[in-house]
């Protein structure tokens, strides 16, 4: 039999592996990062294998993981074919599975994804090694008290957000765009309505603090179409959420009495297997709604507009501060790491906040900076030294902006430092691209894959120029390759990874949608990243990362 598991503690033990420190995504699918953590296989007498997704191949051989060890799926979109070379990767999880399952059955730990079980089951058989429940408590809130939380909050972010950039010419007449009205119980009843859902379980982060206007610490929200109530579900005592209306003998039981009807809506990439076999022991039914809900976030993240253009303008300042100061140690032959770029790069976050007088928590979200000698891989900072060898430095980062532990907005921009001709003259090209060839397609009504189309047919002349310079490979099928990728995305409390600037999304893009633009570029011997912030505004569309230098 092949076990599987997701148990972080035996990922550091016997892997020295740390999901959120050491690979880059999942740190950054906040409601989702179970979806992408590593899953840690075995059978008796054997050594374990971990499974990994190879967009976190440089990450994980950088933590010294033993490459024996490590197999690999889903292949990584990349335009340069040298990296993923001779590496074997599977085409997905359940293929690699099924190979390493060899006909038996796969057993499931409790703490794996439910997502997974969903997949694997369509094609192996697999079972699911039983949880212990505990007794909960339920908590009742007024939605009417939490939309006014939020509505208090963000007429504090306004005041924050129109004295920052009251003195920023290409940002005059976005505070015209602030105070948008609150939809998020009214998005909650269409997605209800849609799916013919009874209620809502919500635990990720995102979801639960969006519901709640508290930040989970591993509570659950109960949401039920109509109500005026939200119910917290706790597995601990104390009176964060008041005094207690009801207690249940596991989570099933209490979901069970509070949703009429019985058919619920659930976070597929964010449960556990475990969580959901509780709620069908208690005899509901369970419908998938992660996309759904990544979706309700992202379509209403306008109505934070003033803490995101307070994350906007505080990552442009500390990325570029940061590699400015980068380049000013390597001209001057002064010894450092990442990390050192990492830490400074922090230190800007406080002192832009800081001299702005910003009342709100801003703090990284998450981090993709490395040197293009370590790797042309994205992921997180580590102690690779920087000197005149160095030939390109990439960072493309983001920061949450948090009150009472809530996020309200987040960023993700990013900026490079070429040290070669031919990078510093591709990475130019790239600012035209973003800012011309994509942002400048953005208006009400354009259709995200259309804008993915406009951006190769923008590229598609300069092709021949990156050939020429050394930037692409000569036979390298561009188009068919980029086609595997977006070229932007919305944002909603986090990278969104369910509305993509991508082929075959047919979203329509409408005044207040807010999101990013990029071209990451990774060949040869740079890994350039090129990406800002956008918004669509009623007036017109807003680069909200572009930085004019005499101004913050």
Known sequence: ?????????????????????????????????????????????????????????????????????????????????????????????????????????????????????????????????????????????????????????????????????????????????????????????????????????????????????????????????????????????????????????????????????????????????????????AGLDLTSTSIDLAHWRDIRDHEDLPFQVIAARTTVYAIEEALAWAEREIEAGTKFTELDIYRHYVEFIDKFTSEHSIEFDVEPYFTNLHSSNRMLFPGPPTDFPINGDTTCIQLDAGVKVTIDGVVVATSDMARSLPRTPAAKEAYAFFFTVVREGIIGQLRPGVVCEDVHEGTLQFLAPHLPRMIEIGMLGEETDFNTIYRRRNVGHLMGKQESFANELRPGYKHALDVGSYGAAEIPWRYGDVAIGTEDLWFIGRNRTYNLTQRDRTHA
Do not use: C
């Open 1 to 281: 039999m092949l076990h599987i598991s997701a148990n972080l503690d035996t990922l550091a033990e016997k892997f020295g592996l740390h999901p959120h420190k050491s690979l880059l995504f999942s740190a950054i699918r906040l409601d989702s990062h179970p979806l992408v953590t590593p899953l840690i296989a075995s059978r008796d007498g054997a050594d374990p294998t971990i499974l990994v997704r190879q967009q976190e191949q440089g990450n994980v051989l950088s933590a010294g993981v033993p490459a024996e060890r490590i197999r690999f799926y889903a292949p990584w979109v990349t335009i340069d074919p040298r990296p993923i070379a001779d590496v074997v990767v599977a085409q997905s999880l359940t293929s690699l599975v099924e190979e390493l399952a060899d006909g038996d059955t796969v057993l499931l730990d409790g703490d794996v994804v439910y997502s997974h079980q969903l997949t694997l089951t369509e094609s192996l058989t697999v079972s699911v090694e039983p949880t212990s429940t505990s007794p909960v408590r339920v908590h009742s809130l007024s939605t009417s008290d939490i939309v006014d939380r939020f509505t208090d909050w963000r007429r504090r972010g306004a005041d924050a957000a129109t004295q920052l950039i009251a003195d920023v010419p290409h940002l005059r007449g976005l505070t015209e765009d602030l105070g948008a009205a609150d939809t998020r119980y009214a998005g909650l009843e269409s997605i209800a309505a849609e799916r013919g859902i009874d209620g809502l379980v919500l635990i990720a982060p995102p979801n639960f603090s969006e519901v709640t206007g508290l930040s989970g610490n591993g509570d659950v929200a109960v949401w039920v179409p109509g109500s005026d109530r939200v119910f917290v579900v706790t597995t601990t005592g104390g009176t964060r959420y008041g005094d207690s209306i009801g207690e249940y003998v596991s989570l099933g039981e209490a979901v069970a009495a509070l949703v009429p009807g019985g058919r619920i809506g659930i976070e597929e990439e964010f449960i556990s297997v475990g969580l959901a076999a509780q709620l069908v022991d």
